[in-house]
């Protein structure tokens, strides 16, 4: 069984870190993927690794996998691209 808890805290470890240096992100999912929806009100455009929307992480599919983060180079060459 996959442990639904462990996912959600590490995605609330990130989303809090950059709360702490005044970044607000806003995520959605349709499984298995998670989406950045908006980074400080506003809403991101750009398409990475799926065709709706950025993608931040891939939920687990199988029970001993972890969340995978797709590409931390990537998503905060986005988010500092909608910080300025």
Known sequence: MINLFMVIDKIKIFVERLKKINIIIELSSNYPWIYIDRINS??????????????LAFMPIRKNQELE???I????KLIRKYCE
């Open 42 to 55: 506003k809403s991101v455009t750009e398409k990475f690794r799926a065709e709706y929307g950025f993608t």
């Open 69 to 71: 983060f797709t590409n």
């Open 73 to 76: 180079k990537e998503i905060f």
